[in-house]
């Protein structure tokens, strides 16, 4: 799992350095070429893109140095942590749901992945197995037993 971020993460970056290297200049020359840049704003939307171009590289390159910073080995593999995949069942609606709990800011519910840093990931850190939590999301706390816990050295071989 932690390649696999890792991997993402360094293919955004590259994609974001071709960006800044060859087609942001691109675009501030032809925007130059257009003259007054007090009121271009094609010029002005080029600038703010490599601001943000920047900035994200950036922090891109603090999550991969965050990442190489996890000891796998010093995980606990009897509780939710980072790289668990957790299977949740609902006590009130008895719905299940299983999560991938990611680093930083990371969020993809469509994958199932949420970040520590969320409700639903703070809520579920340390639980074990057959363990319930309460959830306190914007709209309302909510009860969750753990049906089933693969933590990331589980899943790496690790145990």
């Given amino acids: 799992?932690?390649?696999e971020i890792r991997q993402k993460i360094e293919d955004e970056i590259e994609t974001l350095s071709r960006e800044l290297a060859f087609e942001l200049p691109e675009r501030i020359r032809k925007a130059v070429e257009l003259g007054d840049l007090r009121e271009n704003s094609e010029y002005k939307s080029a600038l703010e893109r490599q601001q943000f171009v920047n900035a994200r590289i950036g922090h891109l390159r603090q999550r991969v140095s965050e990442l190489s910073?996890?000891?796998v080995e010093?995980?606990?593999a009897d509780r939710v942590g980072f790289g668990s995949r957790v299977t949740v069942r609902d006590c009130v609606r008895q719905s299940e749901v299983t999560y991938t709990i990611a680093a930083g800011d990371?969020?993809?519910?469509?994958?199932?992945h949420v970040s520590?840093?969320?409700?639903?990931g703070r809520g579920l850190m340390g639980a074990r197995q057959g363990e319930e939590v309460e959830v306190r999301l914007p709209r309302g706390a909510r009860r969750y037993e753990i049906v089933a816990l693969e933590t990331l050295p589980q899943r790496m071989g690790m145990t």
């Fill in 106 to 112: 990371y969020i993809d519910i469509d994958a199932g």
């Fill in 116 to 120: 520590m840093a969320s409700a639903i």
């Fill in 69 to 71: 910073q996890i000891d």
């Fill in 1 to 3: 799992m932690l390649n």
């Fill in 74 to 76: 010093g995980m606990p």
